[in-house]
């Protein structure tokens, strides 16, 4: 404990069973940071501003930020970078000088794992399932690397806010639609790629949902993406690899946006081999 020079940690509510320790512990260890410590900093609502407060005093010198924070810690941040003003969403803090920055490395790390599947996003014509701070990051990074977006959510005034929110944000073609639900039988004949943005499928409430009404036939030969990660194999997914298309998990994903905070944190690139059995090896001992 006393050997810890730098600490970050991951504030959320709930904040447990997270798989981040065990991946961002792990590449510490990879790379001989001993005095580096990834732990959990569980933060109801209501303890959000003193929790930001506290935290440099108590060792942190950066956090990421998960479910429901994202965008309420915003006012209590010194600044926010520019990957974080355009998804509308900070998930990584780092201190800096006086204060701590917010960032968005989930805009990086679902562009980076969407490439490294093999994932040519220019003229990509993607249909963006869900409104939150997941689907306003996949919004963003697929529109600034060409992609045609358009987005369903069950709400749909927040598809609009999201609509609103990522053009202010996005670099090139602002190549983006929003649809109702019941549009979806149509829409989906004229896509490459479905991405589940909502939290539909994930551990532990929501494991039997799926975003993708069983009335509509999962198109074939496309791709199907779910940022879950929880299980590593959805319904959302089942759906798909059912019709013959190709289904990728989140996993791949989450490694990325943590490679990305690491190296804000530390400047040091992270293994991710390492990252991605490490978050492997905690699921499989997990036993959802
Ligand atoms: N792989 C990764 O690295 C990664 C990174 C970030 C997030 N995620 C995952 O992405 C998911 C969404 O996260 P978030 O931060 O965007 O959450 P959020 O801001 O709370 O948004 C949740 C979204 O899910 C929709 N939704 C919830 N249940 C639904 C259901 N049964 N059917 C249809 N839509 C439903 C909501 O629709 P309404 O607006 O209509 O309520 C909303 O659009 C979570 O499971 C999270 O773990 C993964």
Known sequence: MGDIKHRVGLIGWPADHSVSPAMQNAAFKDLGLADWEYDLLPTPPNELEVRVKNLHERG?????????????I?????????????????????????????????????????ESNGVDLKNLRALVLGAGGAAHAAV??????????????????RAWDLYRNVKRGVTSKFNVAVHE??????????????????????WPHYVQESPWPDEVPFPSGIIAYDMVYRPTVTRFMRQAADAGSRAIGGLGMLVQQGAAAFHLWTG?????????????????????
């Open 181 to 202: 639900r019941s549009a979806l039988g149509k829409i989906v004949s004229q896509v490459d790629l479905i991405m589940n943005c909502t939290s539909a499928g994930m």
């Open 60 to 72: 942190y010198v950066g956090a990421n930020v998960t479910v429901p924070h994202k965008q309420k």
């Open 140 to 157: 963003l990074a697929m529109t600034n690397a060409g992609a045609q977006v358009t987005i369903i959510n069950r709400h749909s005034q």
């Open 268 to 288: 040091k690139e992270p293994n991710t081999e390492v990252m991605l059995n490490a978050a492997k090896n905690y699921l499989e001992e997990a036993k959802d």
């Open 74 to 114: 915003m006012p209590f941040l010194g600044s926010i970078a520019l990957s974080a003003r355009g998804a509308n969403a900070v998930n990584t803090l780092i201190w800096e000088e006086h204060h701590f920055v917010g960032h968005n490395t989930d805009v990086f790390g679902i562009r980076a794992d969407l």
